[in-house]
């Protein structure tokens, strides 16, 4: 472990170590899982490109300012707030940031679950081979008592154990050898989707957009969905920055992880939709959508077993990486600000999750009455975190950034020397005027207040 100005902190020691835990971060379930449903309930083309839109305008720029919080004061997210705006209630927003990653990690961890139960059916050689058996295997599943509450279980326990290992050993190790396989089988299955019988109609859905499909409220989806897909507006971001040495350049790695999450994003799409014409499945089938279609696509390859089992597993590498860092917000505060042990924080974090993610994993089946503002648990949490939770959250950073803390920091946090460049000068445009303006807009709107 490199050493650390205040030899408190752990830090990540090579920068190619950096900008992978940042994308591994962000490549995840949000990736392969959330976007290709949310796609597919808000219209595919246009959603997609106001996704990009997002990504580019707001997202990049975010991701700037939580790794300038971050890195300028190596603290937890709560306490980084205080220390740049001493005596003020900034530090608030760290506690949203807290919130909404238990919430995150609670729902999310169900998903994962998921991916565990065929990951297992895969290896065992059990996954139906047609789309109707799929349909049926999976409601069965996810309507279960135990199952799904079992994965849930299982797969936070295994993020519990990762995650006491300690920042560096853990988490570095597993995102630098996994991200460029996930990537290359995503390639592979992309291509192969381009020869199904529905690749032009699914091609379609997704790049020729129908603007009449965009409203109010698929423009906060695709907002939320950009957020969530690149871990800022709860501080993932930030609590990552804090443990980046000097030498790595924030903006190269903020651009670098937008552009392969959205990469990645686009590659689940053009595999997804392609399948989901295919097979006759409907684009709105909400967050089951992709279970159902991509276990219909291996196995109709040769050796579709082997495809699956191997899918599965890198789909649930890449959701520990990304439950890792979710983890690591509440872990960091509980650790620093609360002082508890390493052990404790993480323990504390987990169990929350295990309780919340339990009533979550139910809300397919058991608990699918139980509802609120007519949202099921686990809607609600996906609904709430992503749509509220993530932009005020992006709102208050930018705002932060943009007017509250000394110019001097983010100059020297972006390698500004002398004259400020071009990037930068956009950047604090950005920070202080558009995103803020930008996001209360969205969200104004979808409240029918404009
Ligand atoms: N970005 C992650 C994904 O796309 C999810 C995530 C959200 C991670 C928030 C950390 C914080 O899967």
């Not at 050493?3 to 990736?31: E, K």
């Not at 443990?243 to 552009?259: E, K």
């Not at 520990?320 to 390493?342: C, K």
Request: charged residues 10%; glycine residues 10%; hydrophobic residues 50%.
């Amino acid at each position: 472990m490199s050493s650390n100005r205040d030899n408190t902190r752990a830090q990540f020691s090579t920068r190619i170590g950096v900008i992978a835990t940042a994308v591994g971060s962000a490549i995840g379930l949000g990736n392969i899982w959330r976007f290709p449903y949310e796609a597919g309930s808000n219209g595919g083309g246009a959603f997609m490109l106001c996704y990009i839109f997002f990504i580019c305008l707001l997202g990049i720029p975010l991701i700037c300012a939580e790794f300038i919080i971050g890195r300028a004061t190596r603290s937890n997210e709560i306490k980084a707030f205080e220390k740049l705006a001493p005596g003020r209630k900034w530090f608030l927003n760290g506690y949203i940031g807290v919130l909404a990653s238990v919430l995150i990690l609670s729902f999310y961890s169900v998903v994962a679950g998921w991916t565990l139960e065929f990951f297992l059916v895969a290896v065992t050689g059990h996954m139906p081979s047609n789309s109707a058996e799929l349909h049926r295997f999976f409601s069965e599943f996810i309507s279960g008592n135990w199952r799904p509450l079992i994965w849930t279980i299982v797969f936070l326990v295994v993020n519990y154990l990762v995650v006491c290992r300690g920042v560096q050993k853990g988490i570095e190790r597993l995102s630098n050898c996994l991200m460029p396989a996930m990537t290359l089988l995503l390639i592979a299955f992309c291509v192969n989707s381009l020869f199904l019988p529905g690749a032009s109609d699914g091609l379609r859905f997704l790049f020729s957009p129908d603007f009449s499909k965009i409203d109010s409220e698929s423009l906060l989806s695709a907002m939320g969905q950009a957020f969530f897909s690149l871990s800022i507006g709860l501080g993932g971001m930030l609590t990552y920055a804090s443990y980046f040495p000097d030498t790595v350049r924030l903006g190269s790695c903020a651009t670098t992880t937008a552009v392969l999450d959205t990469f990645v994003a686009i590659l689940a799409g053009v595999i997804i939709f392609p399948a989901v014409f295919t097979y006759g499945i409907s684009p709105q089938s909400g967050p089951t959508l992709v279970f159902e279609t991509l276990p219909a696509i291996f196995m109709n390859l040769p050796g579709g077993t082997i495809w699956a089992t191997l899918f599965f597993f890198l789909l649930f590498l890449a959701s520990i990486t990304s439950t890792i860092s979710m983890s690591e917000i509440s872990i960091a505060y509980f650790e620093e600000e609360r002082r508890l042990s390493r052990k404790k924080a993480t323990a504390l974090t987990i169990g929350i999750a295990i309780l919340l993610g339990s009533v979550c994993a139910l809300s397919f089946g058991p608990l699918s009455d139980m509802k609120i503002f007519g949202k099921t648990v686990f809607d609600l949490f996906d609904y709430v975190s992503s749509n509220i939770c993530l932009p005020v959250g992006g709102i208050v950073t930018s705002i932060f950034v943009g007017w509250v803390i000394d110019r001097k920091v983010i100059d020297s946090q972006m390698g500004c020397r002398g004259q400020r460049g071009f990037g930068v000068r956009v950047l604090i445009v950005i920070l202080r005027y558009i995103a803020p303006a930008a996001i209360m807009l969205i969200f104004l709107n979808s409240l029918g207040v404009l």
